[in-house]
């Protein structure tokens, strides 16, 4: 067990509750073990991010296909609109809570917290998303819409991810191990992603979800089933959420706790200035803002595509078949890079990994465009993207935790919250500025869900949202990664942070010992 810490700092009523035994880590280790790697990085954060992961796919197709949002006699631009408009609200939900992290100090680390209190809000969230009134003026649809869609991405689901994707960079000091948390970390997204929405979700159960009857969807039937699976998803993501709580560690912030330094709480102005001030921030930032917006414009897009541009393919069902066969084909590549990703990456570098790996992507997915009416091909050029893609998937939050090293040593202080915020910021926001776009270019094109086949605008532009977006973006973070060189600077400030350890501890009367991360 943890001995008491004399912590100067008086807690307030939340940071006492975590005192309770029942909701301590069941993690006693002072090293990452195998239980701490599977359950914490890998099983529950796929069980936790496959409800967002499908809601990418699909919710923009409930709205406009179930909904019919992309309606413009009765919604106007509402569909393009509200998502744009929105990551305002994301923007600013993820710096909030990013600023509550950073303080809040617990027995149960700074960010764990809040991944326990996003439990109750993601599934009244969930919930509340597919309840809007249906059969009621269009006025009182999109109210509901709004509030439903901003609670869900702007406060419920921050509140898991800010958190979430704090566990890297807060595990562990060990750069190998924090390397092997990264690629486990990211693996459990992919798969959620590629296996929940692109696979399983197609062809299980789209039939199900978008009924068709007479050729034509059944909007009645298909809104029943969406809320029976709305069901599904919330205990799904609950269950997820507690195992990747009760599995987590963050010895970094007991490293302070146990060392009885004091840290003072400081203003976001003063961790964005400091933040924003250097090269290597800007540019990990600018990475995940490009990978995570092209990304989500293709998986927005995924299913509209599989539905109206393969020759022969005119039912739910088929479409569901061929988006879970592309998935499936498409995430072979992925899965085997999990085990690939982190060896090639300390062969030649994180930064040489996805470099490299970006230039490849971008000649693969070019294949595609030599018959985008082709399964086959487009399958050939999305493998090939897929390939090259790898490091960018798996190790890319080892890179930005080896930022937030940078900036401690620098600056004496970690920039976890503010990082983090900006981090959720985009990976969140990503997914409604993403399908913004989707919805203004298909509403100005002209898309129907009604008819047989969409026109030539329409398809146009799902070969720009499908097979184009990536393409472009991979091609400028091909260029970003040349300066980005933080590697070089680890052993340093590493030994760096260690005196910054050492002169707070100084400074407050103690004696200094070096840091060792007790068992609980």
């Known amino acids: 067990m943890i001995n008491d810490i004399a912590n100067p700092r008086e807690q307030n009523r939340f940071e006492r509750f975590f005192e309770h035994e029942s909701i301590r880590t069941r993690i006693t280790s002072s090293t990452v073990k195998p239980p701490e790697m599977l359950l914490g990085y890998l099983v529950g954060p796929f069980c936790a991010i ?71 809000f993601l599934v009244v969230a969930i919930v509340l998303l597919f309840l809007d009134p249906r059969n009621t003026s269009p006025l009182v649809q999109m109210t509901w819409i709004a509030i439903s869609y901003n609670l869900y991405y702007a406060i419920a689901y921050p509140l898991y991810y800010t958190s979430h994707s704090s566990m890297v960079g807060l595990s562990t000091r060990n750069t190998s191990q924090r390397g092997l948390l990264a690629t486990l970390s990211n693996a ?94 800007w540019i990990i930032i600018i990475y995940f803002f490009l990978f995570q917006l092209s990304g989500m414009i293709k998986n927005g897009s995924m299913s509209y595509y599989s539905r109206w541009m393969f020759s022969g393919i005119n039912t739910e069902a088929k479409a569901g078949a061929a988006m879970s066969a592309l998935g499936l084909i498409g995430g072979i590549p992925t899965a085997i890079g999990m085990l690939l990703a982190w060896p090639i990456a300390n062969k030649i570098g994180k930064r040489n990994a996805v470099g490299i790996g970006m230039v490849i992507a971008v000649i693969g997915g070019c294949v595609s465009f030599i018959n985008i009416h082709s399964f086959v091909v487009v399958c050939i050029g999305v493998v090939l ?28 202080f970690r920039s976890d919250g503010f990082t983090m915020s900006v981090y959720g910021a985009i990976m969140v926001g990503m997914a409604g500025l993403g399908n913004g776009i989707i919805n203004m270019l298909l509403t100005s094109a002209g898309y129907n869900p009604a008819l047989t086949a969409q026109n030539t605008g329409v398809q146009t532009v799902l070969v720009v949202c499908y097979l184009g977006a990536e393409l472009v973006c991979y091609t400028l973070i091909a260029v970003l990664m040349v300066p980005l060189n933080v590697e070089k600077h680890i052993e340093e400030d590493q030994a760096a942070i260690v005196e910054h350890q050492k002169q707070s501890v100084e400074e407050q009367g103690g004696t200094w010992a070096a840091p060792t991360t007790s068992q609980q």
Not at 66 to 83: C, I, Q, R, Y
Not at 191 to 205: E, K, N, Q, R, Y
Not at 385 to 412: F, Q, R
Request: proline content about 3%; charged content about 15%; some cysteine.
């Open 188 to 281: 459990s997204n992919v798969a959620a992603t590629g296996i929940g929405a692109s696979i399983v979700v197609p062809i299980v159960l789209q039939s199900f979800l978008f009924v068709q009857t007479n050729g034509k969807i059944d909007v009645a039937k298909s809104y029943t089933h969406w809320r029976i699976f709305a069901i599904g998803l919330c205990v799904l993501t609950a269950l997820g959420i507690l195992c990747e709580y009760y599995f987590t560690r963050e010895r970094i912030t007991e490293e302070n706790m146990n060392l009885n330094i004091k840290e003072e709480k400081l203003p976001v102005s003063t961790q964005a200035k400091t933040c924003m001030s250097n090269s290597y921030w």
């Open 50 to 120: 496959i409800s967002n992961a499908i809601f990418a796919s699909y919710l923009n197709r409930y709205y406009s296909d179930v909904l019919g949002w992309t309606n413009t006699a009765k919604f106007g631009g509402f569909s393009a609109a509200l998502p744009i408009v929105s990551v305002i609200a994301v923007v600013i939900g993820n710096l909030v809570i990013g600023h509550f992290i950073d303080n809040t100090r617990t027995r149960q680390g700074k960010a764990r917290p809040f991944m326990l209190l996003s439990t109750p």
């Open 385 to 412: 993207k897929g390939i090259g893609s790898i490091p960018a998937m798996y190790v890319t939050l080892a890179l930005l935790s080896d930022v937030l090293d940078h900036l401690e040593a620098k600056n004496g």
